[in-house]
């Protein structure tokens, strides 16, 4: 049962690796490795209960985060053009707090 599970997130991660080079735009390419990412994070949970070790848990769980960091900053990157750089003074969101 854990084989098959084990079998077909390979699947569906070899899947998302291809969206990530096909993808036909930059957000697509992110979507596509975040979800990667995600399915590393299952695949060492299930890795963790199959072979008895609790440990891979932890493991698991410090990916997630460094996953969600890693998409947020790309993301900004993409949309911003650097991650220190400021934001536009037409940004609506940044005129609120004025």
Known sequence: MFAATT??????????????????????????VNSFGTKTVLLLGVLGFLMGRPAFLDIALLYALINFVGTIAILKFFRYGGLMTAMDDEDPIRQEGR
Do not use: C, K, N
Not at 9 to 31: E, F, K, N, S
């Open 7 to 32: 079998l077909a997130l390979g699947v569906a991660m070899i899947l998302m690796l291809i969206r990530a080079v096909l993808g036909p735009t930059v957000y697509d390419r992110v979507l596509a």
